[in-house]
């Protein structure tokens, strides 16, 4: 079992930073494929960003270039860096977890976080 605990979120203005943070307690997040996935108000829940326990990562294209995906194994910290924030990229960000799948269905992760909010001012 992983607990996972999302920060870093907040409010920028479009074409900033922000660089998001879960951390997994329980075990080391190379024991796992970690993904980052958002809700944004009145949508469905998206697949952002995924890596596996190989350390492939794989985005979805509306953040392909801007946004990346990494780990810090000794610190069982997941990060995704958001560059060139767009005020369509607002949303709840969540982190998710799952021991044996390496996609992107969310349906198929069994762990996850509270989520941390992401707002992108125009």
């Known amino acids: 079992q992983v607990q996972l605990v999302e920060s870093g979120g907040g409010l920028v203005q479009a074409g900033g930073s922000l660089r998001l943070s879960c951390a997994a307690s329980?075990?080391?997040?190379?024991?796992?494929?970690m993904g980052w996935f958002r809700q944004a108000p009145g949508k469905e829940r998206e697949f952002v960003a995924r890596i596996s326990r190989s350390g492939t990562t794989y985005y979805a294209d509306s953040v392909k270039g801007r946004f990346t995906i990494s780990r810090d194994n000794a610190k069982s910290t997941v990060y995704l860096q958001m560059n060139s924030l767009k005020p369509e990229d607002t949303a709840v960000y969540y982190c998710a977890a799952d021991r044996y799948y390496s996609g992107i269905s969310q349906k198929n992760y069994d762990y996850w976080g509270q989520g941390t909010q992401v707002t992108v001012s125009s």
């Open positions: 329980g075990r080391t997040v190379n024991s796992y494929t």
